[in-house]
């Protein structure tokens, strides 16, 4: 199932499915934030909805799977395009340009990517597979708080959220200009409505990034409380 997108032969193919693998990694991020929101809502909440989520097991293990090959896959074709396009003369394309090739998020799309890559791993050490009811879910009062615990705990540390931020700013630079690849892959191209994809795409990564961001500076700033 996987060697139909791995061997994909031209150019356009390898943007095609590039692209559409990347919006279903944009649609986990959503889906994925959302889930995080809960913590907003207190611990019992924000535990209920992890315990939710591990209740789906081992159904779940499916779509984790499916997750990891996308990824996988999206990530061996644009390692595979950029040595591409590094061998090939470059050549200058007019609509490239204007879709925002030389945008700031553009020129930095290797260097996000690596630091998405590194954050993916970290952050499943750091709470995908934590101990839930481990000493680092033990807050102030002796009490252990779960999952809720863990993440409070870890944004508490200066350092980890500063980190945790950084990667989030890499993640919305990231699909800033991934939206509007997506849209200039697929054909989604006009002189009249680029402007406006561009001001979406921008303006979605800036929301993610400052959504992520948040939970961490909530902890910081003492704006979450254990209720």
Known sequence: MVCPFLCAQSSIQKKQITAVTGLFLILFVLGHLAGNLFIYLGHEAFNGYAQKLA???????????????????????TAL??????????????????????????????????????FVVWHLRDFTFADGDGPRSILSDGQSYGLYGVVYNAFADPWH???????????????????????????????RYTPLIRKMSNGL???????????????????????
């Open 161 to 191: 959220s500063a980190l945790y931020i950084l990667a989030m700013a890499a993640l919305g630079f990231h699909l800033s200009h991934g939206i509007q690849s997506f849209a200039q892959t697929l054909g989604f191209y006009h002189p």
């Open 81 to 118: 395009l950029v040595w591409e396009n590094r061998q090939a003369r470059p050549v200058a394309y007019r609509q490239w340009q204007m879709i925002g090739e030389h945008s700031i998020a553009s020129r930095l799309m290797p260097w996000t990517g690596t630091v998405i890559i590194a």
């Open 55 to 77: 209740g789906l097991r081992p159904g779940l293990y499916l779509v984790e799977t499916v997750l990891l090959l996308i990824f996988l896959i999206h990530l061996y074709l």
């Open 205 to 227: 990564g800036l929301l993610i990034a400052l959504a992520y961001s948040s939970i961490p500076a909530a902890v910081a700033l003492g704006c979450l409380a254990v209720r």
